[in-house]
């Protein structure tokens, strides 16, 4: 057991070259930079606020999680370790796991589920199957979870055949391109290595943290006001970003024009 704590016990090693900064640290600017996590994490956790409070708190869990991704990315690239690639992958696969639950458009449902809670039981069931299905070929993980994002991608763009809101369109682009570069920077790193260290930047998959923690800021800000949109469509969301709508870049988030509070009662 002691061995799986073990510093390089994982059979994954990244790009970036091992112990160059600090003899404690084997890949240093991989572990910096899942430090990204815990910067946005709050920050989404405080403008979601108004729509989880009035949708369900629940959905506070999904950035809750999105913590312990940092912290489990920071440990596995500090370590390489087999926990430690363990423990991020299996966060990852909870944080998708907790999304599709809260989010998944009851429209989509498979025709034998009825209703969300039925719903979320058959996704916890199987992401509980999937957690210890992952210790049978820790290596095909990262391809496994990667591959969620297809389907994401596939499930967006239905929901968005009926939008004609520009500002929702151009979130959306805006994340699925965040995406497309991540997910570059993750392949190019795996698969490219020998390339990249002629040009001496073995960086790219510090660079996937920091652009794949903004792709889900976009992303579940997106799916929140399509969530919104059709769960408590009373509340009139809107967009908005912060901290300024006049500013070229920012953290999108929901602004519900109405509330329990003030819906009028029949």
Same mark, same amino acid.
């Given at each position: 057991?002691?061995?799986?704590?073990?510093?390089?016990?994982?059979?994954?090693?990244?790009?970036?070259?091992?112990?160059?900064?600090?003899?404690?640290?084997?890949?240093?600017?991989?572990?910096?930079?899942?430090?990204?996590?815990?910067?946005?994490?709050?920050?989404?956790?405080?403008?979601?606020?108004?729509?989880?409070?009035?949708?369900?708190?629940?959905?506070?869990?999904?950035?809750?999680?999105?913590?312990?991704?940092?912290?489990?990315?920071?440990?596995?690239?500090?370590?390489?370790?087999?926990?430690?690639?363990?423990?991020?992958?299996?966060?990852?696969? #909870?944080?998708?796991?907790?999304?599709?639950?809260?989010?998944?458009?009851?429209?989509?449902?498979?025709?034998?589920?009825?209703?969300?809670?039925?719903?979320?039981?058959? %996704?916890?069931?199987?992401?509980?199957?999937?957690?210890?299905?992952?210790?049978?070929?820790?290596?095909?993980?990262?391809?496994?979870?990667?591959?969620?994002?297809?389907?994401?991608?596939?499930?967006?763009?239905?929901?968005?055949?009926?939008?004609?809101?520009?500002?929702?369109?151009?979130?959306?682009?805006?994340?699925?391109?965040?995406? %497309?570069?991540?997910?570059?920077?993750?392949?190019?790193?795996?698969?490219?290595?020998?390339?990249?260290?002629?040009?001496?930047?073995?960086?790219?998959?510090?660079? #996937?943290?920091?652009?794949?923690?903004?792709? %889900?800021?976009?992303?579940?800000?997106?799916?929140?006001?399509?969530?919104?949109?059709?769960?408590?469509?009373?509340?009139?969301?809107?967009?908005?970003?912060?901290?300024?709508?006049?500013?070229?870049?920012?953290?999108?988030?929901? %602004?519900?024009?109405?509330?329990?509070?003030?819906?009028?009662?029949?």
């Amino acid at each position: 057991m002691a061995g799986v704590f073990s510093y390089e016990s994982s059979d994954i090693d990244w790009c970036e070259d091992n112990y160059k900064y600090s003899e404690h640290v084997v890949e240093y600017f991989n572990t910096m930079s899942s430090f990204m996590f815990f910067i946005i994490s709050p920050i989404m956790l405080y403008l979601l606020h108004p729509y989880a409070k009035e949708r369900s708190l629940a959905i506070h869990m999904v950035w809750v999680m999105m913590i312990f991704v940092g912290l489990f990315s920071a440990y596995f690239h500090m370590t390489l370790s087999f926990v430690g690639q363990m423990l991020d992958e299996l966060s990852i696969l #909870w944080v998708l796991a907790l999304g599709y639950a809260m989010w998944f458009p009851r429209k989509l449902f498979p025709s034998f589920i009825k209703n969300r809670t039925t719903f979320t039981r058959l %996704v916890l069931v199987i992401t509980a199957i999937a957690s210890v299905s992952s210790f049978v070929k820790p290596t095909a993980n990262a391809y496994a979870l990667n591959c969620f994002g297809l389907h994401l991608l596939y499930t967006l763009a239905l929901e968005m055949k009926c939008c004609n809101d520009q500002k929702v369109l151009q979130l959306a682009k805006m994340s699925v391109v965040l995406w %497309v570069l991540a997910i570059s920077c993750w392949i190019s790193d795996r698969f490219g290595c020998s390339f990249w260290q002629k040009l001496d930047f073995c960086y790219l998959h510090g660079i #996937w943290h920091i652009l794949i923690v903004i792709a %889900v800021a976009y992303g579940t800000t997106l799916i929140a006001y399509l969530d919104a949109n059709s769960e408590i469509p009373y509340s009139l969301p809107a967009l908005q970003y912060w901290p300024s709508e006049k500013w070229a870049v920012g953290f999108p988030h929901l %602004v519900l024009k109405n509330t329990t509070k003030t819906k009028k009662q029949c």
